[in-house]
C-alpha cells in the first residue's frame, strides 16, 4: 500500500535490509572463516612484498614527479566530460535549438578550461 504522497511505506523497505544483512553477514563470516581456517605458517618470503614476479627494488615510497598526477587527474577531468555529451547525442532531435544551444555553452566552458590548462603549461614536460 502506498500512501497520498506516492511513498512506500517503512515495511516496503523490509527486504532491502534482509539483503543488506545477509550481505553483511556474508561477508564477516568470510573474514572470521578464512583467518581460523587457513594456514598460519608465517615466514619471510610470504610477509615480503610482491610485484607480479618482479623483484622489489629500491623503496616504493621515493618521490616522484607530481606531472604524473596531473596528467592523470586532466584525463579524468576531460574524459568525464565524453560521458555528458553521450546522452544528449542519443537525445539530439529531442532537445530542440535548446539542446543545442546549451551543448555549445558546454563546449565552450570545456573548450575555456582547456586552454587555461595550455596557457598553464600543465602538459609540458619540461
Known amino acids: 500500500m502506498e500512501n497520498l504522497q506516492g511513498q512506500g511505506l517503512p515495511v516496503d523497505y523490509v527486504p532491502i535490509l534482509i539483503q543488506l544483512a545477509v550481505a553483511v553477514g556474508f561477508g564477516i563470516f568470510a573474514i572470521i572463516s578464512t583467518h581460523l581456517l587457513g594456514p598460519k605458517v608465517r615466514t619471510e618470503n610470504k610477509l615480503s612484498a610482491f610485484e607480479s614476479g618482479v623483484e622489489v627494488i629500491g623503496n616504493a615510497r621515493q618521490p616522484f ?62
Open 65 to 126: 614527479s607530481i606531472k604524473y598526477f596531473l596528467v592523470a587527474i586532466l584525463f579524468v577531468i576531460f574524459d568525464v566530460e565524453v560521458i555528458f555529451m553521450y546522452p544528449w547525442a542519443v537525445n539530439f532531435r529531442e532537445f530542440g535549438m535548446e539542446g543545442m544551444i546549451e551543448m555549445f555553452i558546454f563546449m565552450g566552458l570545456l573548450l575555456l578550461g582547456f586552454i587555461y590548462v595550455i596557457k598553464k603549461k600543465a602538459l609540458n614536460w619540461d
